[in-house]
């Protein structure tokens, strides 16, 4: 009788243990294959909008050169407002990376050897697709919601 009753008290326990430290089990993150399904479902057009296979973006930030690159074949380079490309990271972002523009300079180069600080370098702007994380967890993992963020895709001279 006495071990029936240590039994039974002995499951009552584990069990109580085991379904308390359930609720404090930390929610994960889907896995980056669920991310990329839940994306392509509700953006197809995800992997235009935000992939950028051939750039490779800058580890150090670049400056504002002396002179335009002439003999460049990039875009990015000759053009009177340089840009170049650099990784935008948000944890909480899928993607977590993000390929973006940043001008080089302030102003533009109206001439090939002379900054003209009259002018203004600016990043031109597109809304893309992106998951956000929520605080919501459902069977374990996080919930991500779609919503989208301006990215920069190159840069624009304007007048001030
Ligand atoms: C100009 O651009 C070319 C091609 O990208 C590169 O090889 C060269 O080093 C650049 N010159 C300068 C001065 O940055």
Redesign the pocket.
């Known amino acids: 009788m006495l071990l029936k009753v240590a039994v039974v008290t002995w499951v009552i326990m584990t069990v109580t243990f085991h379904s308390c430290l359930g609720k404090h089990t930390p929610c994960q993150d889907p896995s980056e294959e669920n991310l990329e399904a839940q994306i392509g479902r509700l953006a197809p057009a995800y992997h235009l909008l935000v992939e950028k296979e051939n750039i490779t973006p800058d580890r150090e930030l670049k400056k504002c050169?002396n002179a335009l690159?002439q003999?460049?074949?990039?875009i990015q380079?000759t053009s009177i407002s340089p840009w170049s490309f650099r990784v935008n990271e948000d944890p909480e972002r899928y993607p977590r990376k993000i390929t973006e523009a940043y001008c080089l300079c302030k102003g533009c180069f109206m001439t090939p050897n002379e900054e003209d600080k009259s002018l203004i370098s600016e990043p031109f702007l597109m809304r893309v697709p992106v998951l956000q994380k929520t605080r919501r967890c459902v069977h374990g993992h996080y919930k991500y919601r779609l919503t989208y963020v301006k990215v920069a895709q190159f840069c624009n001279c304007h007048l001030p």
Do not use: A, H
């Open positions: 050169p690159n003999t460049s074949d990039l380079d």
